[in-house]
């Protein structure tokens, strides 16, 4: 019996949250800059703003678009070392699906220690057998940080 696409997807978005809030001493070295990554979300994966995002709201959009897109190193380079692992395996929960962000737009919108907080509007939209599902990225708050001169994901608030 299959399991609905929903389910599947939820556990592994709640396999990837208990590991976050775990936290992790994950990372590699020699992994290129997130700056050196230049390509940016598609119109139409995002959502039209009137002024440009933040560097750490850029950073989650590009975070979110890699893992759709389910490129590791990308996700690697944008994660910070210590969240690193749960962020592949964040992504590994889309290996069975096929994903792409849907009207996806992010803020900064404020702080907690030394981290930026973002949230995001839209959807990453999921199909499996022709099963279409819907998950709201404005569930999550990303927490970013500035490491190695560089913006990171680093977790969810």
Same mark, same amino acid.
């Given at each position: 019996?299959?399991?609905?696409?929903?389910?599947?997807?939820?556990?592994?978005?709640?396999?990837?949250?208990?590991?976050?809030?775990?936290?992790?001493t994950?990372?590699?070295?020699?992994?290129?800059?997130? #700056?050196?990554? /230049? =390509? +940016? *979300? $598609? !119109?139409? &994966?995002? #959502?039209?703003? /009137? =002024? +440009? *995002? $933040? !560097?750490? &709201?850029?950073?989650?959009?590009?975070?979110?678009?890699?893992?759709?897109?389910?490129?590791?190193?990308?996700?690697?380079?944008?994660?910070?070392?210590?969240?690193?692992?749960?962020?592949?395996?964040?992504?590994?929960?889309?290996q069975?699906?096929k994903?792409?962000?849907?009207n996806?737009?992010?803020?900064?919108?404020?702080?907690?220690?030394?981290?930026?907080?973002?949230?995001?509007?839209?959807?990453?939209?999921?199909?499996?057998?022709?099963?279409?599902?819907s998950?709201?990225?404005?569930?999550?708050?990303?927490?970013?940080?500035?490491?190695?001169?560089?913006?990171?994901?680093?977790?969810?608030?």
């Amino acid at each position: 019996m299959r399991k609905p696409l929903w389910a599947v997807a939820a556990c592994w978005i709640a396999l990837a949250l208990v590991l976050a809030a775990c936290g992790g001493t994950g990372g590699t070295a020699n992994t290129p800059s997130p #700056a050196a990554m /230049t =390509s +940016a *979300p $598609s !119109p139409t &994966a995002m #959502a039209s703003a /009137t =002024s +440009a *995002p $933040s !560097p750490a &709201a850029r950073t989650v959009e590009n975070y979110l678009a890699a893992l759709v897109s389910k490129d590791a190193a990308k996700v690697s380079n944008l994660a910070c070392k210590a969240w690193e692992q749960d962020a592949l395996l964040e992504m590994d929960g889309f290996q069975a699906v096929k994903a792409e962000l849907d009207n996806v737009s992010c803020k900064a919108t404020g702080t907690a220690g030394d981290a930026t907080l973002v949230s995001c509007t839209g959807n990453i939209a999921l199909t499996y057998n022709n099963e279409l599902q819907s998950l709201d990225v404005s569930r999550q708050t990303y927490k970013v940080i500035q490491e190695g001169g560089d913006y990171r994901v680093c977790g969810y608030q």
